[in-house]
């Protein structure tokens, strides 16, 4: 055994020393509450529920509203071009047969909560593409070799497989995340634990405020000289006294017991025995805090912040405008939105290809898009042409002695203004 063979077994049996300090362990009840479980189905089964929270239910159709916008010159969510007009004819004809447009804020909706959407794709030589049908995500797998290239996906359905080729099926998926590779990671995702916290944190309100809120009563029953154990059940049957009376229904004509509310199951009722006071009964007022929901507010900040979206908005609260979109008012939110879009775009441009080449053509030059008003990259845009226009000013001004300009106007136009030699020696 060699001197660097020692060495290296050493090393391997030193183990880094665990962190101290607290910590949430699994084994707590908690730990268990707050931990993700990262499987697929786990998590596509948490999104659902997550969609029945009214906040994030808005948020998901804010997300598809916004990223399936119409071109209001057009009336089209997607625009095409190409210099084939063949081609351009054909991918007409496919985005009006599968009815694409339609479909787009179920996929938007759909990559927002589970960051997948399978739709398969029914196709004939000669013809194209015939149908666009949807799949679950849930029971649809990816199958890939050891390079990482897709061989086939394969749906899972009541104990039978189908299989279906790579141009049998497309898969829309947001890569923001290589976590879940080769799945998509869903804007969802970053507010899963919040969500838990969210949730564990109202549950306590709603528990707290229906045993503390209401003012509850103190019996103090005046029993002489019982013995304690009867003294005991005396209180115990006046107090089922007190609970229930017991009436008859003229329906049936049968006893009921109907519930007396002067007296709550959290009312307390003491024997007093000879010497005392005598019967007596005190209120006692409910808990005096309940109106502060200070943590409630602060986790649900904490949700719209990973949602990307504004509370005011969701809420349409009074001051905020909801007459713009909220691209135009949330860069966080704009690029989300893109990110969507871009992923829609992708699905898309795969199945105009395995259209295309159903048909013969497999060399095509096209181009897809998805209205996208980007007012702020706009803005940010024209505010950077309009600083660098007063940099190039002020640089002009800079003169010498004799008032010859110190800076070259070609060197400012180059270099500050970025026009290229086409532009600046073109007469237009």
Known sequence: ????????????????????????????????????????????????KMMEMPYIAAAAKVYADECCQRNPDTGKIFAYSSENQKVERLIGE????????????????ELFKLGDSFWEVVSE??????GFYHRPARTVEREEDNKGRLEKFVQRVAGSNTEFMPDEMVHFRLLEDVKFYPYGYPILEDA?????????????????????????????IDVGNMPPEKAETFIE????????????????????????FLAADEDFYFPVFEG?????????????????????EYFQKMLFAALKIPKAYLANEEGFSTRATLSSISIQFSRSVKSLQNAIVDGVKKLIEIHLKKNGITDANFTITMYSPNYIEEELRMES???????????????????????????????????????????D
């Open 125 to 130: 030589d000669g013809k194209g593409v015939l």
């Open 276 to 296: 005392g006071r005598g019967s007596r009964v005190e209120s006692l007022a409910g808990a005096s805090n309940i109106g502060d929901i200070a943590d409630i």
């Open 94 to 109: 496919l985005l009006n047969r599968i009815k694409i447009e339609e479909k787009c804020p179920f996929i938007a909706k």
């Open 237 to 260: 049957k006046l107090k089922k006294k007190f609970k229930k009376k017991r009436l008859i229904d003229p329906k049936t004509g049968k006893f009921v017991a109907k519930p007396d």
């Open 192 to 220: 899963r634990r919040i969500y838990r916290q969210l949730a564990l944190m109202e549950d306590a309100v709603v528990i707290y405020r229906l045993t503390r809120a209401p003012n509850r009563w103190v019996f103090y």
């Open 385 to 427: 042409m309009l600083k660098r226009v007063q940099v190039a000013q002020e640089l002009l001004s800079l003169t010498d002695k004799e008032g010859n300009p110190i800076v070259s106007a070609n060197y400012i136009l180059k270099t500050v203004l970025k026009v290229n030699d086409d532009e600046l020696h073109s007469k």
């Open 1 to 48: 055994m060699s001197i660097f063979e020692l060495f290296r077994k050493k090393e391997e049996k030193i183990k880094e020393p665990e962190p101290k300090g607290y910590s949430y362990d699994a084994t707590s009840p908690l730990g268990a509450l707050l931990k993700l479980s990262t499987g697929r189905l786990e998590r596509y089964e948490e999104y659902e």
